[in-house]
């Protein structure tokens, strides 16, 4: 069994010089080894079996098939816990300047979302939650997007990890100042701590937590703004505009 996606592209008419919209844009993940139902009809497994880019009827309507790459299948992943958005996930991706070396420790693992990205990027994650409820999950997660490079273990970041020589340390939990000792022992010379906090009472707390073996390189929000490019309609999607997190980048420059 195999997964596919199936594009629908809006339809529209003109009538009297106006557009009408006659049905939505629509993606659907499908498995391909048995017939999938549409309000239009029944589009039968044979023809989810077809190459990329062919066309599929299914009454008035067509889609177009193709092959899930990753970011298909990673919106797919469960989500128990809330999971850092694509957007910071960018940022910290960039910022750090992850590569295929990197050796990551994440916490808390929560629905193991940035574990399993990161995962697909760099050599090695390990992933820590106090939650049972979130390890399963995550588990789950990274087993389906079949990331054999990310760990994770049960245990509280506060306190302690097992792991060494860490170049980056992203942190996704209550009280992320409380994490700076463990930062402290297992991050490289050179390493990051990335902070990820909703408020910016948090963000003050771990930046008044850090000692001088740590460089406060900068806290930074975000913005996305998806827009509305439709004809003549070009302005932002009002309701897209939302705050996430503050993601505060400190690097360690002392051994
Ligand atoms: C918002 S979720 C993290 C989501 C995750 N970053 C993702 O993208 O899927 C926060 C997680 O931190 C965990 N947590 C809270 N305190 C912790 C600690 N001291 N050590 C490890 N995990 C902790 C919680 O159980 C929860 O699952």
Redesign the pocket.
Same mark, same amino acid.
């Given at each position: 069994m195999a997964k596919k996606i199936l594009i629908k592209q809006e339809r529209k008419t003109t009538v009297d010089g106006r557009s009408i919209r006659l049905s939505k844009f629509e993606k659907h993940y499908v498995d391909d080894d048995k017939d999938f139902s549409t309000q239009y009809g029944m589009i039968k497994e044979k023809d989810l079996k077809k190459i990329a880019g062919s066309t599929i009827k299914s009454g008035k309507e067509e889609f177009i098939i193709l092959n899930p790459v990753f970011i298909d299948h990673y919106k797919q992943i469960k /989500? =128990? $816990?809330?999971?850092?958005t694509l957007k910071d996930?960018g940022a910290i991706i960039t910022y750090t300047g992850l590569t295929k070396d990197s050796f990551v420790l994440? $916490?808390?693992?929560?629905?193991?979302?940035?574990?399993?990205?990161l995962g697909m990027l760099v050599k090695k994650v390990v992933?820590?939650?106090? %939650?049972d409820a979130? =390890?399963e999950v $995550?588990k789950k %997660?990274i087993e389906t997007l079949n990331l054999k490079n990310v760990e994770v273990k049960k245990?509280?970041?506060?306190?302690g990890v097992d792991e060494k020589n860490i170049d980056v340390f992203?942190l996704?939990?209550?009280?992320p100042w /409380?994490?700076l000792k463990t930062a402290e022992q297992i991050l490289k010379v050179g390493g990051f701590v990335v902070s990820?906090s909703p408020n910016i009472t948090q963000t003050q707390k771990f930046v008044a937590g850090l000692n001088d073996k740590f460089l406060h390189e900068k806290t930074v929000e975000i913005m996305e703004r998806v827009w509305d490019v439709r004809g003549e309609i070009l302005k932002p999607k009002m309701k897209d505009i939302g705050h996430t997190a503050f993601l505060t980048f400190i690097r360690k420059i002392k051994k």
């Open positions: /989500r =128990l $816990a809330q999971i850092i996930i994440d $916490a808390g693992a929560g629905s193991g979302a940035v574990s399993s990205f992933s820590y939650d106090v %939650n979130h =390890l $995550a %997660n245990g509280d970041v506060y306190k992203v996704d939990v209550p009280e /409380r994490a990820y």
